[in-house]
């Protein structure tokens, strides 16, 4: 894992957010409230990290902060509202699996670190190359096959070009 990006947008959230299950945080740090005219071509360039200020009551508590409950269901909030977000993150540091590891079922390994559900994490890559593939096209990112593709590659899966036609012929809403 590499250091984050020089200049990417760093949404910190904490208890309060977490609990309240609050985007603000999210809103605030990317500014998309306030511009939503703002350039999806400026979130791929910046990336977007998460710094989580999260308190356990039990400071003794070992499990890693994407087992903790409350903590996943904002980003499951976050995921239904943003469901493009993924393309977006620090994946040079990190951050696509740590937001992968917030959605996807999972155990931990002291040896292998994350393993994720197999089939949960498929359904999820799949669910995201439609949303993503979409998205980028939407916005007209170029080589959006390409960025898609990239991300799933990221996460261990691979997308021929015959899947991206299939879902070519039969696009998406808009976002």
Known sequence: MES???GRFDVVIDNDAVRRLDLSPFDNAIEITYS???EPKEFLVRT?????NYTRDDPHDPRELSEFPDIRLWFVRLGATYPWLLVLSDWRAGELARYAAMLVPHKMSMRMGVAFNPEALELFIMK?????NS?????GISKPRLKTSDMARMLGFGIGDEFF????????DSF
């Open 165 to 172: 036609d299939l879902i070519d012929e039969h696009p998406l």
């Open 4 to 6: 984050p990006n020089e």
């Open 36 to 38: 939503p005219s703002a």
């Open 128 to 132: 995201k190359v439609f949303i993503v």
């Open 48 to 52: 977007i990290g998460f710094t989580i």
């Open 135 to 139: 998205w980028l096209k939407q916005h």
